[in-house]
């Protein structure tokens, strides 16, 4: 069982950053995949960034260039530093690992950014 633990949302205006982080505990030695999700009002859950374990990333083509997920896999912990942002990143954002080929879900941050 793996219990995920976000934190790092809040309210900015258009233009400032925020750096979401995400604590994976429980009895996760080591995770592969982890990533951000994130889910506007009235739309679907989208991926915004993933990172596996060796680094490779991906990203959302609307915040490339913008947002950098990383990770620390001593502390099982992955981040989203997200700058420039835009009204449009308005979102709940949940952070998501998979580990032994099940998906575990965080219970989600807001972020409301201001135009």
């Known amino acids: 069982q793996v219990q995920l633990v976000e934190s790092g949302g809040g309210l900015v205006q258009a233009g400032e950053s925020l750096r979401l982080s995400c604590v994976a505990s429980g009895s996760a030695s080591s995770i592969d995949y982890m990533a951000w999700h994130r889910q506007a009002p009235g739309k679907q859950r989208d991926l915004v960034a993933s990172i596996t374990s060796n680094g490779r990333t991906t990203y959302a083509n609307s915040v490339k260039g913008r947002f950098t997920i990383s990770r620390d896999n001593a502390k099982n912990t992955v981040y989203l530093q997200m700058n420039s942002l835009k009204a449009e990143d308005t979102a709940v954002y949940y952070c998501?690992?998979?580990?032994?080929?099940?998906?575990?879900w965080g219970q989600g941050t807001q972020v409301t950014v201001s135009s």
């Open positions: 998501n690992v998979v580990y032994l080929y099940r998906n575990y």
